[in-house]
């Protein structure tokens, strides 16, 4: 079964310090891994995935997530934080369409509140 | 392209009574998701569409839950028979559907609220 483990119910930053964000995995095969950020009253955002390829992907305003197999991690990462980029962020997992064609569904985590304080 | 519209934003119902919803994804886009959300939890998977056809569903959806992609566009969620612990963010979500590149990334809509009082 696929399952995604966001062990931080919140993370807190000062403006301008690096920020992670932890995210760990399960899933049968070649994962597909995804991050998402929801803003208050609004939708959830995609930030970034990793499908293959390079295990560090670069994603929208600046973040990025290391993917690392042997820790069955895919840890969201920014080097400065902002104050606007506190939100609610999730990671998501799904399995590779390869090893079961028809699964489409992402499997999300509990999400994690990131507060960046000026 | 207008993004994945949700209607209505909120809705507030009695115990008992039937809710319908309606999603209308990104034109282009082949999959049609329905997710649903509850206070301090992530998305839980509903079910999905790939054009018309409902390919998978959560043990979640019990059979007083109902979705349709008539004509592989709108989809519409109903809940009959609604109860408390139905009350819930209901999200819709799109994508071109599997392979590489963008095709996976899903477009979110703002969600339906539901309170069931």
């Known amino acids: 079964a696929q399952s995604v483990a966001q062990p931080e119910d919140q993370v807190n930053v000062a403006e301008g310090n690096p920020l992670t964000v932890k995210c760990t995995y399960s899933?049968?095969?070649?994962?597909?891994l995804f991050w998402y950020v929801q803003y208050p009253n609004r939708g959830l955002q995609f930030l970034l995935k990793?499908?293959?390829?390079?295990?560090l992907v670069k994603g929208s305003y600046g973040f990025e997530a290391e993917f690392n197999k042997s820790q069955t991690s895919f840890h969201l990462k920014k080097p400065s934080a902002l104050v606007s980029d506190s939100a609610l962020y999730f990671c998501?997992?799904?399995?590779?369409?390869?090893?079961?064609?028809?699964?489409?569904?992402?499997?999300f985590g509990q999400g994690t509140t990131l507060q960046v304080k000026p | 392209d207008t993004g994945v519209s949700q209607d209505p934003r909120h809705k507030i119902t009695k115990r008992g009574q039937n809710v319908t919803f309606r999603c209308d994804p990104i034109?282009?886009?082949?999959?049609l998701y329905w997710y649903r959300q509850t206070l301090g939890q992530g998305p839980e998977f509903l079910t999905y569409?790939?054009?018309?056809?409902?390919?998978?569903k959560s043990r979640l959806l019990s059979d007083r839950f109902s979705a349709e992609r008539p004509k592989g566009s709108f989809s519409t969620l109903e809940i009959q028979r609604t109860e408390q612990g139905d009350s819930a963010m209901y999200l819709c979500?799109?994508?071109f559907g599997p392979g590489l590149g963008d095709r996976e990334k899903l477009f979110f809509g703002s969600g339906t609220q539901l309170s069931v009082l």
């Open positions: 979500a799109s994508s």
């Open positions: 899933v049968s095969g070649n994962p597909y």
């Open positions: 990793y499908i293959t390829g390079d295990n």
């Open positions: 998501a997992v799904r399995a590779s369409p390869l090893r079961s064609s028809n699964t489409g569904k992402l499997i």
């Open positions: 034109s282009e886009h082949n999959r």
């Open positions: 569409f790939q054009n018309e056809a409902q390919l998978e």
